[in-house]
């Protein structure tokens, strides 16, 4: 328990009272560290704006709320109830899971007269390392070696891929159960749903991770070059070609993987060729006589309907069949709501690296990011972030460096008081909501699933799912 038997003077404590309330006010309104104050129950009595900043909510989203319904489970580790169990000041390094932000947290009890806890006062701050350059280069010393290894088992390609989605991180799951064997694997999403970097991905957490990565767009290359690019050419092949000839991506990726992004708008008459890689190993260069055989492992993706392309004879149905012995969907950014925020953050920080500046969003960009769809997935994503980092003059990004096609007129959200923690966590819950709802279409599930009294989780479906009922 904390020492709570220094008392000051009659005569300081005059003193302190003499100041004022606005001195102590004005004080607390414009520290660069956040402090923040909850009552022995958790309820939150005082914040300062910092707040905005460290987690995107305003102080008037959450004075009176109660600190388990609002940060429950999104940071790690929890010290509000390390702190009331221990009874002591709790030093602790703590992260956001929402957005990866790291703070250092100071949570200290203070005492009533009686020695129970009547408040808890937390002094949150950034890590010094991003002010102080002494302090980074003396860390950096230390733990040099340790962060290197850290970094180095982890693949390139995991780096990127950021995600709370659980039918998201199912896949991420099935996709590393077989990176390790040669089945084919076919990708399948929208357009900019990250279907490259999951390619990677399955190549990194191969044994063929050491050798070749060879990625090449089907849709970016015309017809009567694509084959020589796949397979290369003899020498004096065609007029023009080098006399010495030219190896294919093909013979390249050996012992290695191969992605054919857009598979969906390869040429017919490649197919075949292709078919009888996957199938025997084997190829023969353009202008050639001479049969090639490689090792590889092929990875295809595309954002068309290849089983619609089969039915209307523009895909060879065996080539279908042979590719798609694992098969994955990616599912659009605007079905993986939880993973926006997520994603805006590490974009954002990713450009600060780049750019050598640190910049915050305020709580009603965080509102505008979750209600848009994103037609163009993660990759409009990334790209909105760096123009918005790019054209925002001050620290702070708010709804007025947004480009106006990000706000829907039916969801338009202006930069007021209407931005709000409640908006923010009610998008949220509809998000969740509709996704245990689609897998499972009764009030009896999503109770189970969620925890909640079947009241309860009628009453949610008839506010968030009345386009859903009656669907299969």
């Given at each position: 328990?904390?020492?709570?038997?220094?008392?000051h003077?009659k005569e300081?404590?005059e003193?302190?009272d003499?100041?004022g309330?606005?001195f102590?006010?004005?004080?607390?309104?414009?520290?660069h560290?956040?402090?923040?104050?909850t009552?022995?129950?958790g309820?939150i009595i005082?914040?300062?704006?910092?707040?905005i900043?460290?987690?995107?909510?305003?102080p008037?989203?959450?004075?009176?709320?109660?600190?388990?319904?609002i940060?429950?489970?999104?940071?790690?580790?929890e010290?509000?109830?390390m702190?009331?169990?221990?009874?002591?000041?709790?030093?602790?390094?703590q992260?956001y899971?929402?957005?990866g932000?790291?703070?250092?947290?100071?949570?200290?009890?203070?005492f009533?007269?009686?020695?129970?806890?009547?408040?808890?006062?937390?002094?949150?701050q950034?890590?010094?390392?991003?002010?102080?350059?002494?302090?980074?280069?003396l860390?950096?010393e230390y733990?040099?070696?340790?962060n290197?290894?850290?970094?180095?088992?982890?693949?390139k390609?995991e780096?990127?891929?950021?995600?709370?989605?659980?039918?998201f991180?199912?896949?991420l799951v099935?996709l590393?159960?077989?990176?390790d064997?040669?089945?084919?694997?076919?990708?399948?999403?929208?357009?900019g749903?990250?279907k490259?970097?999951?390619?990677g991905y399955?190549?990194?957490n191969?044994?063929?991770?050491?050798n070749?990565?060879?990625?090449?767009?089907?849709?970016a290359?015309?017809e009567?070059?694509l084959?020589?690019?796949?397979?290369g050419?003899?020498?004096?092949?065609?007029?023009?070609?080098?006399?010495?000839?030219?190896?294919g991506?093909?013979?390249?990726?050996?012992?290695g993987?191969?992605?054919?992004d857009?598979?969906?708008?390869l040429?017919p008459s490649?197919?075949?060729?292709?078919l009888?890689?996957?199938?025997n190993?084997r190829?023969?260069?353009?202008?050639?006589?001479?049969?090639?055989?490689?090792?590889?492992r092929?990875i295809?993706?595309?954002?068309?309907?290849?089983?619609?392309?089969?039915?209307e004879?523009?895909?060879?149905?065996?080539l279908?069949?042979r590719?798609?012995?694992?098969?994955?969907?990616?599912?659009?950014?605007r079905?993986r709501?939880?993973?926006?925020?997520p994603l805006f953050?590490?974009?954002l920080?990713k450009?600060?690296?780049?750019?050598?500046?640190?910049?915050?969003?305020?709580?009603?960009?965080?509102?505008?990011m979750?209600q848009?769809?994103w037609?163009?997935n993660?990759?409009?994503?990334?790209?909105?972030v760096?123009l918005?980092y790019?054209?925002?003059?001050?620290?702070?990004?708010?709804?007025n460096?947004l480009p106006?096609?990000?706000?829907?007129?039916?969801?338009?959200?202006?930069?007021s008081s209407?931005s709000?923690y409640?908006?923010?966590?009610s998008?949220m819950?509809?998000?969740?909501?509709?996704?245990?709802?689609k897998?499972?279409?009764?009030s009896?599930s999503?109770?189970?699933?969620?925890?909640?009294?079947?009241t309860?989780?009628?009453?949610?479906?008839n506010?968030?799912?009345?386009d859903?009922?009656?669907?299969?």
């Amino acid at each position: 328990m904390e020492n709570t038997e220094f008392r000051h003077c009659k005569e300081y404590l005059e003193y302190l009272d003499s100041l004022g309330s606005d001195f102590y006010l004005e004080i607390l309104e414009n520290s660069h560290n956040e402090v923040y104050v909850t009552d022995k129950e958790g309820k939150i009595i005082y914040v300062n704006p910092k707040s905005i900043s460290n987690y995107g909510l305003k102080p008037e989203d959450l004075i009176g709320k109660y600190n388990s319904d609002i940060f429950k489970g999104k940071w790690n580790p929890e010290v509000i109830p390390m702190c009331l169990e221990k009874k002591r000041t709790i030093f602790a390094e703590q992260t956001y899971l929402l957005t990866g932000k790291t703070i250092a947290t100071i949570v200290t009890p203070i005492f009533d007269k009686e020695g129970e806890i009547k408040y808890i006062s937390c002094i949150v701050q950034e890590p010094l390392s991003q002010y102080d350059i002494s302090y980074k280069n003396l860390k950096a010393e230390y733990f040099e070696k340790k962060n290197l290894e850290k970094s180095e088992s982890k693949s390139k390609f995991e780096h990127e891929i950021i995600s709370y989605d659980y039918d998201f991180c199912k896949i991420l799951v099935h996709l590393k159960r077989i990176a390790d064997s040669s089945i084919p694997v076919l990708i399948l999403g929208e357009s900019g749903t990250g279907k490259s970097l999951l390619a990677g991905y399955i190549h990194e957490n191969s044994s063929r991770k050491d050798n070749p990565f060879i990625t090449i767009n089907c849709s970016a290359i015309p017809e009567n070059l694509l084959e020589s690019e796949l397979f290369g050419y003899a020498p004096y092949a065609f007029t023009g070609a080098n006399p010495k000839g030219k190896i294919g991506l093909v013979q390249l990726a050996h012992t290695g993987t191969l992605f054919l992004d857009e598979i969906g708008d390869l040429a017919p008459s490649l197919q075949a060729k292709l078919l009888d890689v996957l199938e025997n190993k084997r190829f023969i260069p353009v202008g050639g006589n001479e049969m090639k055989y490689v090792d590889i492992r092929i990875i295809t993706a595309t954002n068309k309907d290849l089983k619609k392309l089969v039915a209307e004879n523009k895909f060879r149905e065996d080539l279908f069949w042979r590719i798609s012995v694992s098969t994955s969907t990616i599912p659009p950014l605007r079905d993986r709501k939880d993973d926006i925020l997520p994603l805006f953050s590490f974009f954002l920080k990713k450009n600060g690296a780049k750019y050598g500046k640190i910049k915050d969003f305020s709580a009603s960009v965080i509102e505008v990011m979750i209600q848009y769809d994103w037609p163009g997935n993660i990759r409009q994503l990334k790209n909105l972030v760096e123009l918005i980092y790019i054209t925002a003059s001050g620290n702070l990004i708010t709804t007025n460096h947004l480009p106006e096609y990000v706000f829907d007129d039916n969801k338009r959200v202006e930069n007021s008081s209407s931005s709000s923690y409640d908006g923010i966590m009610s998008s949220m819950e509809r998000s969740v909501i509709r996704h245990y709802y689609k897998k499972n279409p009764n009030s009896r599930s999503l109770a189970k699933s969620l925890n909640l009294s079947q009241t309860k989780a009628n009453r949610l479906i008839n506010i968030h799912c009345k386009d859903l009922v009656g669907k299969k």
